[in-house]
């Protein structure tokens, strides 16, 4: 998978819902794993749920060093970021994801990092999920990507395919997905760089356009959390 390694510093944005936490940490460990110091900060102030410090064992055991706020505010949402964010720009060894809120609200935090973004040459991700009313269609992906553009003065470098329904996924939720990014990219000129595919689902998937990029799911849902 030669995209994972196209850039340092990968940012994640997308609309809410559309999974870009699960991407977020299952990007993290790929890197990991293939022998990368890797680095995943959790910067969304906005969704109470789905927030990847939630996973500090299991990154931790696989090498990763979580970036978030103090554990005694792990259930709140803190519109602060840990002044441990800068490292991503001072370390040029250290390879590092971005996990942000939803829509613009939560790109909001990206502003005040868009000097070192920008010298630091990292790319733009926008993950997209067509199982989500709002990223349904190509309008709906693009006002997102619109949005999340104009509030963060940054400009999307390449398309997640991350089409899903959690647990409930089917190879017809992927095809829907491969069709619309493919729509969406065809009208902005941005790459696919992935197809995000569960791995219980990666046989059924072999003829979609790759890449494919299995991943496990990791986050609970709310009601599944003392399961």
Not at 50 to 71: C, M, P
Not at 77 to 96: I, K, R, S, T, Y
Request: with cysteine.
């Amino acid at each position: 998978m030669e995209w994972l390694e196209q850039s340092r510093l990968t940012v994640v944005v997308g609309y809410s819902g559309s999974g870009k936490t699960e991407f977020s940490v299952n990007l993290a460990l790929a890197l990991a794993r293939q022998g990368k110091r890797t680095a995943l900060a959790d910067m969304d102030v906005v969704n109470p749920y789905f927030r990847s410090r939630e996973r500090r064992d299991l990154l931790s055991h696989e090498g990763v060093r979580l970036i978030a706020t103090s554990q005694a505010c792990v259930d709140a949402d803190v519109p602060a970021m840990p002044a441990e964010v800068n490292v991503l720009f001072q370390d040029q060894d250290l390879w590092g994801v971005l996990d942000i809120g939803g829509g613009g609200v939560g790109a909001r935090v990206l502003a005040r990092y868009r000097p070192q973004l920008l010298g630091s040459q990292c790319r733009v991700l926008f993950v997209l999920n067509a199982r989500r009313p709002q990223t349904r269609d190509v309008e709906g992906a693009l006002a997102s990507l619109e949005e999340i553009q104009a509030v963060t003065g940054l400009r999307v470098t390449g398309l997640v395919d991350n089409t899903h329904l959690c647990r409930e996924t089917e190879l017809a939720d992927l095809e829907a997905g491969a069709a619309l990014v493919r729509a969406v990219s065809s009208q902005t000129g941005l790459p696919v760089v992935c197809h995000v595919v569960q791995e219980e689902l990666i046989d059924q998937a072999e003829g979609m356009p790759g890449p494919l990029f299995p991943v496990r799911l990791y986050m609970n849902r709310p009601w599944e959390m003392d399961e």
